[in-house]
């Protein structure tokens, strides 16, 4: 009976737990658990009245006092945890303490999601073993930690029949964003289509980049490896629409041109091209020029006009032998602080080039800046009849040398009688009263240039870098993009540098590995445990 009377509130405590952790586990069988915690409960009321002098005895103890404090402390600091977790649930913030920041999203990504104006619905379809699930998941926690606009689903096409005929889903792991009536879709689970597949389907409409053709540029339309259809694929990943244009027989751009490409012209443009051109670009247009060497000699007069001064050389580089190209591919492996170079940290190859350098003085109204430039070991051979190419210090220029150069054109008043896109100077326009029948018609097609809306452009000596052959090579096509989504003012849509991880492994023997097993799973904690009990035994002595 006394054994009972002094261990009833282990018995009455253990019911209780027992009870609880039964209701949680067996919801459906309440009464048993509900019964249990009662008569736990029951038990440790029957032990203080059985027990109250003892217990009124042991309260004027030191130790019963400094047990109490300790127990209060426990509550305190259990308080501000659940205290602080609340806080940081609703404030929380991530850490990404990897090297190369494989967690985290690009730059780009998250001004993208913080500039979001609609929200955007997201499906996944993913099967439960697509191995691709969990990556996306990743990718979409990220994105609604930046932006609660953003909302998703994973939806298996095994249990949901009916939605996989509605969005008519052909490929395991199809995701499909959805902003009001705008739809994209994608297949893969990358950051860079993830974000640009977003951009795509808030955009109100489609942007056109026009290539020129008819003085032997790159097509669009070709496959081999001179062409620029690898170009026009990424593009349209982008959003964009590209279309090819011949200027030679018309005054005026169409009225969807957001951008012009001249992608390396092997014979000079006619005169009322270059005119057009001009009258466009001053205009607010854009215009991006990639000059090879020893072709256009037109143009070198025609830039210089903008501040862009094209050299009639080769640029040498002997950096190039260590990435194993020639000495005419030189490399550009650091970059000057420009929208187009922000975070970019690729090296990029230019075969067969020419410099392109800022003039000096600038003109009037033209801002320009040099997005890189060659190593010091490169130099501007200008001898270009000699077979075999040697630096001669007297007749050479030195590096580093650039070659790629952005101007910004200042917009013309609106009394310059070159106002309209593609009027020749000289030619006044009609009044408009004597426009009439299908003349009116051809005059309301022109397309409204925004004359405050400054022009830009862009000036590559070299074009074979976007070919075919080396878009892919290192940053080649993302700094391609980056240039072309800055003169169309895109620029949440820069390319973004996929992230990689370098492999941190520890190599352990087998007697290593059973060691750290044994240290850190076995005798650390129970060494842990063995100096808990004796504090308390200790305590509970005094």
Same mark, same amino acid.
């Given at each position: 009976?006394?054994?009972?009377?002094?261990?009833?509130?282990?018995?009455?405590?253990?019911?209780?737990?027992?009870?609880?952790?039964?209701?949680?586990?067996?919801?459906?069988?309440? #009464? #048993?658990?509900?019964?249990?915690?009662?008569?736990?409960?029951?038990? &440790?009321?029957?032990?203080?009245?059985?027990?109250?002098?003892?217990?009124?005895?042991?309260?004027?103890?030191?130790?019963?006092?400094?047990?109490?404090?300790?127990?209060?402390?426990?509550?305190?600091?259990?308080?501000?945890?659940?205290?602080? =977790?609340?806080?940081? +649930?609703?404030? =929380?913030?991530?850490?990404?303490?990897?090297?190369?920041?494989?967690?985290?999203?690009?730059?780009?990504?998250?001004?993208?999601?913080?500039?979001?104006?609609?929200?955007?619905?997201?499906?996944?379809?993913?099967? @439960?073993?697509?191995?691709?699930?969990?990556?996306?998941?990743?990718?979409?926690?990220?994105?609604?930690?930046?932006?609660?606009?953003?909302?998703?689903?994973?939806?298996?096409?095994?249990?949901?029949?009916?939605?996989?005929?509605?969005?008519?889903?052909?490929? @395991?792991?199809?995701?499909?964003?959805?902003?009001? %009536?705008?739809?994209?879709?994608?297949?893969?689970?990358? $950051?860079?289509?993830?974000?640009? %597949?977003?951009?795509?389907?808030?955009?109100?409409?489609?942007?056109?980049?026009?290539?020129?053709?008819?003085? *032997?540029?790159?097509?669009?339309?070709?496959?081999?490896?001179?062409?620029?259809?690898?170009?026009?694929?990424?593009?349209?990943?982008?959003?964009?629409? #590209?279309?090819?244009?011949?200027?030679?027989?018309?005054?005026?751009?169409?009225?969807?041109?957001? &951008?012009?490409?001249?992608?390396?012209?092997?014979?000079?443009?006619?005169? =009322?091209?270059?005119?057009?051109?001009?009258?466009?670009?001053?205009?607010?247009?854009?215009?991006?020029?990639?000059?090879?060497?020893?072709? /256009?000699?037109?143009?070198?007069?025609?830039?210089? +006009?903008?501040?862009?001064?094209?050299?009639?050389?080769?640029?040498?580089?002997?950096?190039?032998?260590?990435?194993?190209?020639?000495?005419?591919?030189?490399?550009?492996?650091?970059?000057?602080?420009?929208?187009?170079?922000?975070?970019?940290?690729?090296?990029?190859?230019?075969?067969?080039?020419?410099? /392109? $350098?800022?003039?000096?003085?600038?003109? $009037?109204?033209?801002?320009?800046?040099?997005? *890189?430039?060659? !190593?010091?070991?490169?130099?501007?051979?200008?001898?270009?009849?000699?077979?075999?190419?040697?630096?001669?210090?007297?007749?050479? *220029?030195?590096?580093?040398?650039?070659?790629?150069? /952005?101007?910004?054109?200042?917009?013309?008043?609106?009394?310059?009688?070159?106002?309209?896109?593609?009027?020749?100077?000289?030619?006044?326009?009609?009044?408009?009263?004597?426009?009439? *029948?299908?003349?009116?018609?051809?005059?309301?097609?022109?397309?409204?240039?925004?004359?405050?809306?400054?022009?830009?452009?862009?000036?590559?000596?070299?074009?074979?870098?976007? +070919?075919?052959?080396?878009?892919?090579?290192?940053?080649?096509?993302?700094?391609?993009?980056?240039?072309?989504?800055?003169?169309?003012?895109?620029?949440?849509?820069?390319?973004?540098?996929?992230?990689?991880?370098?492999?941190?492994?520890?190599?352990?023997?087998?007697?290593?590995?059973?060691?750290?097993?044994?240290?850190?799973?076995?005798?650390?904690?129970?060494?842990?445990?063995?100096?808990?009990? !004796?504090?308390?035994?200790?305590?509970?002595?005094?």
């Amino acid at each position: 009976m006394d054994t009972l009377k002094k261990n009833l509130n282990f018995v009455g405590l253990t019911l209780v737990i027992l009870g609880l952790i039964a209701l949680r586990i067996w919801p459906h069988r309440k #009464a #048993a658990a509900l019964a249990a915690v009662v008569l736990g409960i029951t038990a &440790l009321a029957v032990y203080i009245a059985l027990n109250i002098s003892v217990l009124k005895d042991t309260l004027r103890r030191k130790s019963f006092l400094y047990s109490t404090n300790l127990v209060l402390i426990v509550v305190l600091v259990l308080a501000i945890l659940v205290l602080l =977790n609340s806080f940081l +649930s609703r404030h =929380n913030h991530r850490f990404d303490f990897t090297e190369s920041k494989v967690h985290s999203l690009s730059d780009q990504s998250i001004q993208v999601l913080r500039n979001l104006e609609q929200d955007v619905q997201i499906k996944a379809f993913f099967r @439960d073993g697509n191995y691709g699930r969990g990556k996306m998941e990743d990718l979409f926690k990220n994105y609604v930690y930046y932006s609660k606009k953003v909302k998703y689903e994973f939806i298996d096409p095994d249990k949901n029949p009916g939605l996989v005929k509605g969005y008519n889903i052909t490929q @395991d792991g199809t995701t499909v964003l959805e902003a009001g %009536a705008n739809e994209n879709r994608i297949t893969t689970t990358t $950051e860079e289509d993830l974000t640009n %597949a977003l951009i795509k389907v808030t955009r109100e409409s489609k942007k056109t980049i026009y290539f020129l053709e008819g003085h *032997g540029e790159h097509s669009i339309e070709q496959a081999e490896d001179l062409g620029f259809s690898f170009a026009k694929d990424e593009l349209e990943k982008l959003g964009y629409m #590209a279309k090819k244009l011949t200027l030679a027989l018309s005054e005026t751009f169409p009225q969807d041109c957001s &951008l012009l490409v001249i992608p390396g012209p092997q014979k000079d443009l006619l005169p =009322n091209e270059l005119e057009t051109i001009e009258g466009y670009l001053r205009s607010g247009g854009r215009v991006f020029f990639m000059i090879d060497p020893e072709t /256009v000699s037109g143009m070198m007069s025609y830039l210089l +006009s903008f501040g862009v001064k094209l050299e009639d050389d080769i640029i040498v580089d002997t950096v190039s032998r260590l990435f194993g190209g020639d000495y005419f591919m030189p490399v550009i492996t650091e970059y000057e602080i420009h929208e187009i170079t922000r975070n970019f940290r690729y090296a990029t190859f230019f075969p067969y080039a020419r410099s /392109v $350098e800022a003039a000096e003085p600038k003109p $009037e109204g033209i801002t320009l800046s040099v997005l *890189g430039k060659t !190593s010091p070991n490169s130099w501007s051979e200008r001898q270009l009849d000699q077979k075999q190419v040697t630096f001669d210090k007297d007749k050479d *220029g030195q590096g580093p040398l650039s070659l790629a150069v /952005v101007a910004t054109v200042e917009p013309k008043e609106e009394s310059d009688p070159q106002t309209a896109v593609g009027r020749p100077a000289d030619e006044k326009p009609e009044p408009p009263g004597e426009q009439e *029948g299908p003349e009116m018609k051809e005059a309301e097609e022109t397309p409204a240039v925004d004359t405050k809306k400054e022009g830009r452009l862009a000036a590559f000596g070299d074009s074979d870098f976007a +070919s075919n052959r080396y878009y892919n090579l290192s940053g080649n096509g993302n700094f391609f993009l980056n240039t072309v989504n800055w003169l169309t003012e895109e620029s949440d849509l820069i390319s973004i540098q996929p992230r990689t991880s370098s492999p941190r492994t520890v190599q352990f023997t087998p007697s290593q590995g059973r060691m750290i097993f044994f240290v850190s799973v076995i005798i650390l904690p129970l060494l842990v445990l063995v100096l808990g009990i !004796s504090v308390w035994l200790r305590r509970r002595s005094l």
